[in-house]
Nanobody, 115 residues
Framework: QVQLVESGGGLVQAGGSLILSCAASRSIFSIRAMGWYRQAPGKQRELVASMTTSGSTNYADSVKGRITISRDNAKNTVYLRMNSLKPEDTAIYYC?????????WGQGTQVTVSS
């Protein structure tokens, strides 16, 4: 069973930066895309950023210009670099590895941005 382990969350002041990491416990066959989602209290889970295996990226409008997704294939790891953080970025962040037939999810990491 593949596990996704996230790290890098925490408490940061508005305007600050964080880097989230998500490492898969082993290589995953037939990955189509990797991404980060977030869920704030009382809200639905939403896509933050995603990257296909060809390198195409997609970002939520609310994070464009502030957040960057990247990956290290050799380490089976996807990253989310977050700059100029805002209080509205406060949420639990989940990583996702998507194959043709299955979605793998991390356990979530809390990001809290204080004003």
């Amino acid at each position: 069973q593949v596990q996704l382990v996230e790290s890098g969350g925490g408490l940061v002041q508005a305007g600050g930066s964080l880097i989230l990491s998500c490492a898969a416990s082993r290589s995953i066959f037939s990955i189509r895309a990797m991404g980060w989602y977030r869920q704030a209290p009382g809200k639905q889970r939403e896509l933050v950023a995603s990257m296909t295996t060809s390198g195409s990226t997609n970002y939520a409008d609310s994070v464009k210009g502030r957040i960057t997704i990247s990956r290290d294939n050799a380490k089976n790891t996807v990253y989310l670099r977050m700059n100029s953080l805002k209080p509205e970025d406060t949420a639990i962040y989940y990583c996702n590895f998507r194959t043709l037939s299955y979605d793998y999810w991390g356990q979530g990491t809390q990001v809290t941005v204080s004003s």
